[in-house]
């Protein structure tokens, strides 16, 4: 059996972002979304969120290259002199492994961005991390620990199978992810030996922010067996703090293409999302 997730990240980014989702799930095969809770358009996102009960909401932890929900002087090993969150992901992954006082910081911030979504009174479908920092087995640690206190039962692993993308566009194909795939492996054995549910394909990665209408249809076509996940980053044009050369509209589009449900419908996979899979 084919099981397939579509989900969005950054849900909450921007008015961009936030109707991009609702449209995407209205209209297209968004089945799912994650919620950044400190962002901007956090409380749009959950006003949209709350009038479309059909669509199932994840939190999507911020811990790098972000606002953080806590007060800047209660993270000072975790932020930059603006307040925001550091950018130097493999550094601060360092300090983090290595020093009990920014662990105890990187804590309490977990902590308090699942109750601020808990606050929100939305069912939590499932919960990953933006640049999946969570592949630090840190931070993977702190957020089974405190997760349990909150209904955590999915999360997202990257382990994407670099066959169906050579299959779908070979001239694009990416070369294998020596760095992120050991990682991800680890933490999906982690977190289902945990009992949290994590899709056994996951695509998204080596085509962040080119989610194509064709690639889309194409990975869909290609669909392994068992349950997937395929994530994008859909708005409706840029917005502050858009990543630069991402095709937000691009991949906006694929969520309300013919092509894209006509591949649903050739693949024969169910549609839904974490909670919808139990």
């Not at 811990?63 to 209660?74: C, K, S």
């Not at 050991?182 to 999906?188: C, E, T």
Request: hydrophobic fraction near 45%; include cysteine; glycine fraction near 8%.
């Amino acid at each position: 059996m084919k099981q397939l997730i579509i989900t969005a990240d950054d849900f909450g980014a921007a008015l961009e972002v936030n109707e991009a989702v609702e449209l995407g799930h209205r209209d297209g095969v968004l089945t799912a979304a994650s919620l950044m809770v400190a962002a901007p358009g956090c409380a749009d996102a959950v006003t949209r969120a709350r009038r479309t009960p059909s669509l199932k909401v994840g939190l999507h932890l911020v811990l790098v290259e972000g606002r953080p929900f806590l007060p800047a002087d209660q993270l000072l090993d975790l932020v930059t002199s603006e307040g925001l969150f550091r950018t130097d992901m493999a550094r601060m992954g360092a300090d983090i492994f290595f020093t009990p006082r920014v662990r105890r910081q990187l804590a309490r911030e977990i902590e308090a961005q699942f109750a601020a979504f808990a606050a929100t009174g939305l069912q939590l479908d499932h919960v990953n991390t933006h640049k999946h920092y969570h592949l630090h087995p840190t931070i993977a640690g702190l957020i089974l620990k405190t997760g349990q206190r909150y209904g955590l039962k999915a999360s997202r692993a990257p382990v994407e199978p670099r066959a169906v993308l050579k299959a779908v566009d070979p001239a694009a194909a990416p070369k294998p992810a020596w760095v992120t795939e050991p990682w991800a492996r680890m933490v999906r054995a982690r977190y289902r030996a945990a009992g949290v549910r994590v899709a056994d394909n996951v695509f998204g990665l080596a085509w962040s922010g080119a989610m194509t209408p064709e690639r889309v249809a194409g990975i869909i076509r290609h669909l392994p067996e068992g349950l997937n996940e395929l994530y994008l980053h859909p708005a409706t044009g840029d917005y502050p703090g858009s990543a630069p050369g991402y095709d937000y509209p691009g991949e906006f589009a694929a969520l309300t293409a013919r092509e894209t449900r006509a591949a649903i419908a050739e693949s024969g996979a169910t549609l839904g999302a974490f909670s919808d899979f139990d």
